[in-house]
Nanobody, 119 residues
Framework: QVQLVESGGGLVQPGGSLRLSCSAS????????MGWYRQAPGKQRESVAT???????NYIDSAKGRFTISRDNAKNTVYLQMNSLKPEDTAVYYC?????????????WGQGTQVTVSS
C-alpha cells in the first residue's frame, strides 16, 4: 500500500520552531516533486513550499526566510523546517508528492498534521 505519512506537527508559541517530516512508503520506483501545503479554517488549501527531485525549491512569499524545505531521496522523505512561526501559520499541513509506481506516475496526499501557533 502506497502512502505518505507525516509527523512533527503540534502546538508552539509565536517565534518558535517546528520540523515536519513526510515519508513515502510502499511499492515506489521513485519520488519526483514533493511539497507542503496548508489549509487554515475557512480558507483554501495553499502551496507553502515545493522541491524537485534535484533540489530546486519554491516558497510562498510569507514563508520565505522563515521556512526551509529539504528532502532525502534515499529515504523518500521531505522535510519542512519552520522558524519564527506566527499565529497566521496555524493550519493543517499536508504533504504532497508525485510517485513513480509500477502503474505509472500518481499524485498522493498525506493525511495532514495540525500546526497551531498560539501563546
Amino acid at each position: 500500500q502506497v502512502q505518505l505519512v507525516e509527523s512533527g506537527g503540534g502546538l508552539v508559541q509565536p517565534g518558535g520552531s517546528l520540523r515536519l517530516s513526510c515519508s513515502a512508503s510502499g511499492s515506489i520506483f521513485s519520488v519526483y516533486g514533493m511539497g507542503w501545503y496548508r489549509q487554515a479554517p475557512g480558507k483554501q488549501r495553499e502551496s507553502v513550499a515545493t522541491i524537485t527531485r534535484s533540489g530546486i525549491t519554491n516558497y510562498i512569499d510569507s514563508a520565505k526566510g522563515r521556512f526551509t524545505i529539504s528532502r532525502d531521496n534515499a529515504k523518500n522523505t521531505v522535510y519542512l523546517q519552520m522558524n519564527s512561526l506566527k499565529p497566521e501559520d496555524t493550519a493543517v499541513y499536508y504533504c504532497n508528492a508525485d510517485l513513480l509506481l509500477p502503474s505509472g506516475v500518481r499524485n498522493y496526499w498525506g493525511q495532514g498534521t495540525q500546526v497551531t501557533v498560539s501563546s
